[in-house]
C-alpha cells in the first residue's frame, strides 16, 4: 500500500512541476520581441471615458487621413480676437513664403516651389477649416510640419486669419 502512495506523491509532484515548467517556458517565450509593435503616430487610439487630457484633447491625424480631418469643425469662432490672434502667428510662420498678404509672394519664394495663393477664393472654397487645420499641424509636399510648434487651438487661429485673407 505504502509503495501506490510513493507513487501518487510522485506522478502529483511531477505533474505540479510540468505546469511550472510549461509556465516558464511561456513567459520566457511570450516577451515584447513577440509582441507587435506600435510607432508613434500610426495609430490614434480614443480617450478611456473619464479621462481628463493634459493638453489639447485631439485626436492626431496623419496626412494619409486628411480626408478624415477634414470632416472636423473649427471649435474657435471666427471673431476679431482670434483672427488677430492668427495674423500674429501667420507672421511668424507662414510670411516667409506665403507673403504678407498671402499671395505666395513671400522671400524665400525663389528658391523653392511657389506656394499656394491663400486669397484665392476657389482654393478658399475646396478646403474645409479642418483640411487647413490638419495641413498646418501635419504639413504637405513641401510644406512643413507646424504641430510641434503650434498647438491646436493656435492652428485654429490660424485657420481663422487665412479664412480672412479671401475676405480682403
Known amino acids: 500500500m505504502m509503495k501506490y502512495v510513493f507513487a501518487l506523491t510522485l506522478l502529483v509532484v511531477g505533474a505540479v512541476a510540468a505546469v511550472q515548467g510549461g509556465v516558464l517556458v511561456m513567459r520566457w517565450n511570450d516577451n515584447m520581441t513577440q509582441t507587435p509593435r506600435v510607432m508613434p503616430g500610426e495609430?490614434?487610439?480614443?480617450?478611456?471615458?473619464?479621462?481628463?487630457?493634459?493638453?489639447?484633447?485631439?485626436?492626431?491625424y496623419p496626412k494619409e487621413e486628411r480626408e478624415a480631418a477634414a470632416l472636423r469643425k473649427n471649435p474657435v469662432p471666427a471673431t476679431p480676437e482670434s483672427v488677430k490672434t492668427g495674423g500674429a502667428l501667420f507672421t511668424i510662420y507662414c510670411v516667409p513664403c506665403h507673403g504678407a498678404a498671402g499671395k505666395g509672394d513671400g522671400p524665400v519664394t525663389p528658391k523653392f516651389?511657389?506656394?499656394?495663393?491663400?486669397?484665392?477664393?476657389d482654393l478658399q472654397k475646396?478646403?474645409?477649416?479642418?483640411y487647413w487645420q490638419s495641413?498646418?499641424?501635419?504639413?504637405?509636399?513641401?510644406?512643413?510640419?507646424?504641430?510641434e510648434a503650434l498647438s491646436p487651438e493656435e492652428r485654429w487661429?490660424?485657420?481663422n486669419y487665412v479664412r480672412s485673407l479671401a475676405q480682403r
Open 43 to 60: 495609430r490614434a487610439f480614443a480617450m478611456p471615458v473619464g479621462s481628463v487630457p493634459r493638453a489639447g484633447g485631439e485626436l492626431y
Open 126 to 130: 475646396g478646403r474645409t477649416d479642418g
Open 135 to 147: 495641413y498646418l499641424g501635419v504639413g504637405g509636399a513641401i510644406m512643413p510640419a507646424y504641430g
Open 113 to 121: 516651389v511657389p506656394p499656394p495663393d491663400l486669397t484665392n477664393a
Open 157 to 159: 487661429h490660424v485657420v
